[in-house]
């Protein structure tokens, strides 16, 4: 077949993996004209239930919301999502208080449950000619020969494709697969953090038991548990502890029972509004947190990785989804104008891989910021400054947090500004204790000297 200007020789491709990226990236192809099928290994969540693995609810920022802009499904999703305006710090000693995300209403980001936005994605895309074959889990593929075997409810079945899209996750079977046929240099860097799941349901009166307009935190220093809202009133809660070492840990905080001392002592404030802790505890597993490394994302013209598939991060900059919902507005465009699938896997992974490793370096950061700065005065004070400073140059001086959440800057262009801005900021609160003991004069003059005039991503 002969090829389109400006588009890949053969416009079919076949996306394995039908969650978040695979659904959003079958519906940017198959708007595009692209003939698109979708494998995925789990039954239809759309008639058996959402069957995920990780339950954390998603923070939608304006990465994602612009991802899915371009899809049309923006309106859908919004339904669904509760606003979160900024952290709802709970420190042990004192009260309770919100440190807003940005500046007003438009600065803010969005909890979604990960199966409702996955199910009016699937829609969407089946909506445009997306065919959507369910149970059916990739076993081996045959490059040379373009032929994918999967297993479909104990059966072998074989699908020949043009071109091969890996959206199936941190465990991809695709990159295995491709890990045979090209170093990849796969690595990957676990946290001896760990996570369980537990619930604040709703009140007696079927509303929120706390605010919910926000992300709520409670650090305490090596560990902390924040909650996410749910558009069905309830909370979903995560604690995150080191694994193993000295309590509290996972392996000292081992049963319910140690559980509900854990919180009596240390989140006792949750305990009214927990109430299946102790079930809640036992029943949910141990999850693990890891950063995926790889040198190369693509084979040629046959396959390429996307999400976490080629870059697992840690949760804690709410950026996974928004990253590779990113992507697959990055690699629906590069399909478009590049010559040939080679050339369009290329320039995808040449464009998105610094970004990526920036918001993996972020995401690590920011694990340190959540469970232990956040109720720091230093910190605190450096926020004020942080805002003080936007205020006094919109222009050059960006807070880290607004660059990634309500921007779409390059990560790798926001990690920069962001160390050249702390930089500024530790200097000019360098023993002080309030904004008042500022020296203004230096800190405009540092901001001038140092940063750039800052323009976002055009739409």
Known sequence: MPAE???????DITIVGGGLAGALMAILLAQRGWSVDVFERRGDPRVEGY??????????????LHALRQAGADGAVLQQAVMMRGRFVHPLHGAPNLQPYGRDDSEVIWSINRGELNIVLLDIAESHGARLHFDH???????????????????EVAHPFNALVGADGAGSTLRGQMA????????????????????????????????????????????MCIALPNDERTFTVTLFMPKDGPHPSFATVDDAEAAQALFERQFPDTLPLIPDLRR???RNPVGSLGTLYLDRWHLDGRAVLLG???????????????CAF????????????????????AAFEAGRKPDAEAIQHMA?????????????PGFLLQRQLELALQQRHPDRFVPHYAMVSFMRIPYSQALRRSELQRDILVAATRGITSLEDVDWQRADAAVLATLEPLEDSPA
């Open 326 to 345: 990113e992507d697959c507005v990055a690699l629906a465009g590069n399909l478009q104008r590049e010559p040939s699938l080679a050339d369009a896997f």
């Open 364 to 376: 690590l950061e920011n694990y340190i910021e959540m469970r232990d700065l956040v109720d720091d």
């Open 51 to 64: 069957a995920g693995g990780r339950s954390i609810n998603l923070a939608l920022a304006e990465r994602g």
């Open 5 to 11: 200007a400006g588009a890949a020789p053969q416009r």
């Open 280 to 282: 809640d505890y036992e």
């Open 137 to 155: 889990a990739l076993e081996r593929v045959e490059f040379d020969a373009k032929l994918a075997t999967y297993r479909n409810h104990g059966l």
């Open 180 to 223: 045979a046929h090209v170093d990849l240099a796969e690595r990957t860097e676990w946290l001896d953090h760990g996570y369980k799941e537990l619930e604040i349901p709703p009140d007696a009166r079927g509303g929120f038991r706390i605010e919910p307009n926000a992300l709520h935190i409670w650090p305490r220093g090596h560990y």
């Open 308 to 322: 976490d598939a080629a870059h697992a991060m840690v949760p804690f900059h709410g950026q996974g989804m928004n």
